[in-house]
């Protein structure tokens, strides 16, 4: 019998292969957090060390990080909602913006059939998710 545990939902980020280091860090960080906005729920206790100092909460269950092509994140984003997943998405012209209301402004101007999507967080079903995963490899 396993110590570790079988989750119901399963977390993956999908980020574009072929961005700078800096970017690919950038765009996992801010999809992280609109999931675990998005899922108050899955938030594990806060942290504490031995001293007493008390450090923040976090997803109580394991992220994976995928790398794609443009293909493969509209592929993946058009699964999320036909299967009715949680998503976040970062599109690239966030890169250009330096606060939260110009990233809604240049995301809701994006064309949503033929968003340039550079990353894109899905939560739901094990099941839901891997499909919509199907054909991705783990960011190497």
Do not use: C
């Amino acid at each position: 019998m396993s110590d570790t545990p079988q989750f119901d939902t399963k977390v993956a980020i999908i980020v574009r292969a072929d961005l700078a280091t800096w970017q690919k860090l950038n765009v996992t960080a801010f999809l992280a957090t609109g999931i675990a906005a998005a899922a108050p729920d899955a938030l594990g206790e806060p942290y504490r060390d031995a001293a007493g100092q008390v450090y923040g909460r976090m997803l109580g269950q394991p992220m994976l990080v995928f790398a794609a092509d443009g293909a493969g994140l509209q592929a993946a984003r058009r699964q999320g909602i036909a299967r009715g997943l949680g998503m976040a998405a970062y599109v690239r012209a966030m890169f250009a913006t330096g606060h939260d209301a110009a990233n809604r402004a240049v995301f809701a101007a994006e064309d949503p059939e033929d968003m340039d999507l550079v990353g894109l967080a899905l939560r739901g079903p094990r099941k839901a998710v891997d499909k919509a995963t199907k054909g991705l490899s783990l960011h190497g």
